[in-house]
Every structure is written in C-alpha cells, then in structure tokens.
C-alpha cells in the first residue's frame, strides 16, 4: 500500500493518542492503588533481584584493563595501578602491579552498569546496598581498595556501622551477607581467609 501525506498525518495523531491514553491509564491506575508507606529502617526495603545499587568489587580478580572507566558514561571511576595485572588460570586470582586506587564517584554515578559487561574478569557487579549519606560531594567517593584494607568489597551505609545490638535483626543478616563475600561466585567461594589475604596482596607491596 502507498503511503499518502494524509494517511500519514491521520496516523500520527492515532499513534500520538494511543500512546498518550497507555500513559494516562498507567497513571490513573495509581491514582486509585492503596497507599504502602513502608518503615524503613525498621523494615527491610523489598529490593528486586536485578536491582541495581552501589558496586560490589572484587579487587583480587581485577587486571586494571580500565574498560569499566572507558565504558562508563560519565567518567566516574578512577583507576590508579602500578603494572599491569593478568589473571592466574589456577588460582584464579590476578597477579602482576598493585591496585593503587579503584574508586567511584556516586555524586555523578547514573548506575547504568555500563561498567559491569565489559570486564574481563567479572570483578565489578551491581550491588543490593540502596542507601549512603553523606555532607558533600567528596564523600561520596567510594575508594573501593580502602574498603578491601577493612576486608569490605562494597560500601556499607553508615547506620550499618553501629553495633549490632542498635540496628534492626534483617540489617544485621545483611552485614553479614556482606563480609562473608556471599555475592562472590568463583575458585575462592567459601574460602573468606584466602580472599582476605589476595585482596590485600592485590593492594598491599607488603602483603
Ligand atoms: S553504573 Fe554507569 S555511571 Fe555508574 S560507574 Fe558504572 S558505567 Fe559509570
Ligand atoms: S573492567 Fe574489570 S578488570 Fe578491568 S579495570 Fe574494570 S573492574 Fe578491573
């Protein structure tokens, strides 16, 4: 069928209206929802599992190729090394210079994960933690190779610093979660010490 300049514009205002009207019933539809106001921090927060929050980074699989910091679209992770780094097929673990610096600066981060497909070793994931305060833009910077002196692979919200007996029991399950690497899914599951001791080896000349 040949397209017509009348058909054309007749068309364009059938589609212009129906896709205003799906935007309109979607809108309408929670006009009339019941309202949920959930008690954070009381209550756990219902994540969806591909949520997509702060990074989780395993520095002791990280070759500092710098395709994250080339991938990312707002130029928001810093990478500092002092040789090249390649991964060791039986350990698992990369060897070579030392990771300097891996930051991200979450005051510009869209958390897109552009970052995460183009690693080569699949060290840096989209994390579950949703909340982190701070009072101005420096510290928003997460400098992810001190979190590994501390042992840490993703940042942790402040609250979830205090001890366990002031935060509520399912932020304590997560703490956990967290320090026991449980996003961790390679050679050295399971093996918490060893991957204490090669983080700080990928960081550490003394280690
Ligand atoms: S999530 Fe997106 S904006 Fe954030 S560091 Fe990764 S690529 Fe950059
Ligand atoms: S792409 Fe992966 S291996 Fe390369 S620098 Fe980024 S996190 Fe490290």
Redesign the pocket.
């Given at each position: 069928m040949e397209n017509s300049p009348v058909r054309d514009y007749f068309h364009n205002i059938y589609q212009t209206m129906r896709t205003i009207l799906i935007g309109m019933r979607i809108s309408l539809k929670y006009c009339f929802a019941k309202t949920i106001t959930l008690q954070y921090p009381d209550v756990a927060p219902a994540l969806q599992p591909r949520y997509r929050g702060f990074h989780f980074?395993e520095v002791e699989?990280?070759?500092?190729?710098?395709?994250?910091?080339k991938a990312c679209p707002v130029d928001c992770?810093y990478?500092e090394k002092t040789g090249p780094r390649k991964i060791d097929k039986v350990t698992g673990v990369a060897t070579g210079g030392l990771m300097t610096r891996?930051a991200i600066d979450y005051a510009k981060c869209m958390f897109c994960a552009l970052?995460v497909d183009?690693?080569?070793?699949e060290?840096?994931h989209m994390g579950n933690i949703h909340d982190l305060s701070g009072y101005d833009r420096e510290s928003m910077i997460v400098e992810f190779t001190d979190l590994a002196k501390k042992g840490m692979q993703t940042p942790q919200p402040l609250w979830m610093t205090k001890p366990d007996a002031e935060v509520p029991d399912w932020a304590r399950q997560r703490k956990q979660e967290w320090l026991d690497f449980a996003h961790s899914r390679d050679k050295l599951t399971g093996d918490d010490g060893r991957r204490r001791d090669e983080m700080m080896k990928a960081i550490d000349p003394k280690a």
């Open positions: 980074f699989k990280c070759i500092a190729c710098d395709l994250c910091a992770i990478i891996y970052c183009p690693c080569p070793t060290c840096i």
